[in-house]
């Protein structure tokens, strides 16, 4: 009976906490109008293809219609050497992938989003250079979702919160 009225009293206290789905108001929602409002411009490199592609594949994009915002990234991808063995040649790499990203409305050129988001990995360096690379790609590959998944997620806080519906 007890552990009943917990579960009763936990549920009553989670439904009155503020939490809303950040994607509430289905198709016509202010937060997935204002991500379909935004076309990703091109970004640099592999990396920043692979980043890009991430990006549009998160965005909800409308078909047809007029972009009102431009998505510009700059990159950053390092990779550094971490462990050293006694004949100097490195075992563990770390791979660091960074992201400053402007919001920027195509109205009137102002910016109105400027933050950065980034991940690393950890890579094991073998004695199979094929393997060490094919590692250091997987990693990445891993880092431009996870980057991405930051990005689209800052942008659609910033559509709920900002003052006026963008």
């Known amino acids: 009976m007890k552990r009943v009225t917990a ?3 936990a549920a009553l206290a989670l439904s009155g906490c503020g939490l809303q789905p950040l994607y509430g108001g289905g198709e016509g929602g202010t937060i997935r109008s204002t991500l ?13 293809w692979l980043v890009a592609n991430a990006l549009r ?43 400053r990203y402007q919001l920027i409305d195509l109205s009137n050129g102002e910016v109105l989003l400027d933050q950065t988001a980034g991940s690393d990995a950890g890579i094991d360096v073998v004695g199979s250079e094929y393997a060490t ?15 991405a998944d930051q990005i689209v997620s800052r942008l659609a806080l910033y559509a709920r919160r900002a003052p006026t519906a963008p």
């Open 7 to 9: 579960l009763i009293a």
């Open 36 to 48: 379909s409002e935004i076309e990703v411009a091109p970004i640099a490199g592999q990396n920043g």
């Open 57 to 99: 594949d998160r965005l909800i994009q409308n078909k047809g219609t007029a972009a009102r915002y431009r998505l510009e990234v700059k990159l950053d991808d390092r990779i550094t050497g971490l462990g050293v063995r006694r004949d100097d040649a490195i075992t563990r790499e770390r791979r660091t992938l960074r992201a």
């Open 133 to 147: 690379i094919a590692a250091e790609q997987s990693a990445l590959e891993r880092l431009s979702g996870i980057v």
